[in-house]
């Protein structure tokens, strides 16, 4: 009997029709879970069997779930973390995204390992689920509130411990970079599933409960927590006092964060990048903050007290601070804490948000835009006061904003006149703040991955066990670098599938995972397993997305993201990464089709997916 899971050695899994307002609940046993473990994985191999391809993400039948990892909620060090999965509307693509705080632990300690939603509801609702007990309720006056409020209004109607993911009103208005928001300013970001919630009418998940997570071996997990937390250092010293915004200034620097919407590295073209790192933002931080017993603690809540950027918010994150600062030229750090809270408010993912108002500013400085067409609001590189108005018009669906509200690539296709040339995406998704000419694996991850243009499922940005070297770029080099990437990739999706946090894994030594699955499930865990069960996942969500009709190979790509054209100067000065080659050696190992990506027989048969090869063997 596993260990880790609500339902007596199963995953306790909610249905909720919301069409017809029925609620059913189901167990996955064992032989499933030891499979695909939970979080996407598990919801890999439940959509990957339920929902038909082709459908509507915006439609009654996409399939919205809410799920967590067997160590999420259990004294594993850094197990806070849960995941929204859905067909994406941004990409067509498989969509998943995953947030720390306190909702995940919470969503178990109410009962369940996970909830999906189906269909439509007529008025908004929202589900409340109370120690293994769920009712829909009605949601028509929480509509239109932001995130704040909503959180605000369901603990004083639920009591002070209801925990809380939501929408904010651009997931309402169907913004396709919309995003889930729990804690006032956790954020499910990418894959714009905010927009899947909102085409559903459903404004919020409010969880409360006191249920304990089993665990197989109590004893040997607090002991693994006493001794693992020890071990943390390398990068977890850097969150601990800054959080990932003590990386921005080096990463700005050495090039792994792209400057000027992309077409430029380093601090030649954007040398102030210290005033949004570090030391400059936790200035304004009031008090740390952790997620759910995280003995790291890289969150922090910040506030600007006058001014025209007066906010309170959560700390930006690196992320943020690249999207709507070396991306857009913007020092001024006020202007981004204001940012990080509009977006976390709206409930917009801040990566997509900031690399579209990059966009659209070197659109406008280009001339194919001008301030007719941006009501008037000067788009110029480091324009703070601009960059905060357009953000709150993009929030709203607002005049131009509204142009904006769906990403770069549709904004583009909106616009016209070459402004393509400057929307810098994979297959329709914003690309992250790290640059593969900086860290080369990265081509790979976010052309390959089925969630494409994301960094937190795998490659070579996080060595765990090591952390990051941001300090200066990969020699370039691109053979021989497959069976690494392959490795890190399967790792990462054990990370994400159990339920632990990236950032405090890659501060830690690599044991720690296949000795907390162990006691904390009671399988007899170990890392080839990871690497097996990650690579059965990987493959799993890329064959939804062949089923699709998605080839990752005949992804758009922009070339900035790669070198084409090279940049001429700064630290990745002539940089242009052979793609080609990287991509052909991957798809040997992973033993994939070199031109469709379909996977062969036997690598299906290896990891235990020949119930797909009818589908793809027809
Ligand atoms: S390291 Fe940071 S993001 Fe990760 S669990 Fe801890 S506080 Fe949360």
Not at 82 to 98: E, F, H, I
Not at 293 to 310: L, Q, T, Y
Not at 357 to 380: P, V
Not at 517 to 532: A, F, H, N, P, R
Request: proline residues 5%; negative net charge; charged residues 25%.
């Amino acid at each position: 009997m596993a260990g880790g899971y609500m339902g007596n050695g199963s995953a306790k899994i909610l249905f909720v029709d919301l069409s017809n307002g029925e609620i059913k609940e189901e167990l996955f046993g064992e032989e499933i879970l030891r499979k695909y473990i939970g979080g996407y994985g598990l919801a890999a191999k439940i959509m990957y069997d339920r929902q038909k391809p082709g459908v509507d993400p915006l439609g009654p039948e996409n399939m919205l779930g809410f799920l967590t990892g067997p160590l999420t909620g259990t004294p594993a060090v850094i197990g806070s973390r849960y995941v929204v999965v859905g067909k994406s509307p941004l990409t067509g693509t498989w969509g998943d995204a995953n947030s720390g705080g306190e909702f995940g632990p919470n969503l178990k300690f109410s009962g369940y390992d996970g909830v999906f939603f189906t269909g439509i509801s007529k008025k908004p609702v929202y589900l409340f689920i109370e120690n293994g007990k769920a009712e829909l309720k009605d949601a028509d006056w929480l509509w239109g509130k932001d995130t704040n409020e909503t959180e605000d209004l369901l603990k004083e109607k639920h009591g002070k411990k209801t925990n809380v993911a939501c929408i904010g009103p651009s997931g309402e208005k169907l913004s396709l970079i919309s995003c889930v928001i729990n804690d006032k300013g956790r954020a499910a970001g990418r894959s714009g599933l905010g927009a899947v919630m909102g085409s559903k009418k459903l404004k919020a998940l409010a969880v409360l409960g006191d249920m304990k997570v089993p665990l197989a071996d109590e004893q040997r997990t607090m002991a693994l927590r006493r001794a693992y937390i020890n071990t943390i250092s390398g990068f977890g010293d850097v969150l601990k006092k800054y959080g990932t915004a003590g990386i921005t200034a080096g990463a700005s620097e050495s090039g792994d964060a792209p400057v000027k919407n992309w077409s430029d590295a380093g601090s030649e073209v954007f040398p102030t990048a210290t005033k949004i790192s570090d030391d400059a933002v936790i200035a304004y931080q009031e008090k740390r903050y952790a997620c759910w017993r995280c003995p790291i603690g890289c969150g922090g809540h910040v506030k600007v007290v006058s001014g025209p950027f007066a906010s309170t918010t959560h700390k930006p994150e690196y992320e943020t601070l690249g999207s709507y600062g070396t991306m857009c030229l913007n020092d001024n750090i006020e202007s981004i804490i204001k940012l990080n809270e509009i977006c976390n408010k709206m409930g917009l993912d801040t990566i997509s948000a900031g690399c579209t108002i990059a966009f659209a500013i070197e659109c406008y400085e280009n001339g194919i835009i001008t301030k007719e067409d941006t009501d008037g609001i000067e788009l110029k590189w480091g324009n703070a006061e601009a960059i905060v108005a357009m953000t709150e018009k993009l929030a709203k669906r607002e005049g131009f904003g509204d142009i904006l509200a769906d990403g770069a690539k549709i904004a583009a296709d909106k616009i016209g006149k070459g402004a393509g040339q400057y929307a810098v995406h994979v297959a329709g998704q914003e690309v992250p703040m790290h640059d593969p000419k900086f860290t080369h694996g990265l081509t790979v991850t976010y052309l390959i991955d089925a969630t494409p243009a994301r960094h937190t499922q795998g490659g070579e940005l996080i060595t765990p066990g090591s952390g990051m070297d941001l300090t200066k770029p990969e020699p370039r080099v691109y053979t021989g670098r497959a069976k690494l990437q392959r490795e890190l990739m399967n790792l990462m999706h054990i990370v994400n599938v159990a339920g632990l946090c990236m950032f405090g894994y890659s501060s830690m030594p690599v044991d720690s995972l296949p000795e907390f699955m162990s006691s904390v499930t009671g399988w007899d865990y170990s890392l080839d397993e990871c690497q097996i069960t990650g690579e059965r996942i990987g493959t799993l969500r890329h064959v939804f997305n062949l089923r699709e009709g998605h080839n990752p190979l005949e992804r758009e790509f922009s070339g900035r993201i790669i070198g084409r054209p090279p940049l001429t100067r700064g630290p990745l000065k002539d940089v242009s990464i052979d793609k080609e080659t990287m991509i052909k050696e991957y798809l040997e190992l992973v033993d994939w089709d070199q031109k469709t990506a379909v996977p062969s027989k036997s690598a299906l048969s290896r990891l235990g997916l020949d119930f797909v090869i009818g589908d793809l063997y027809k």
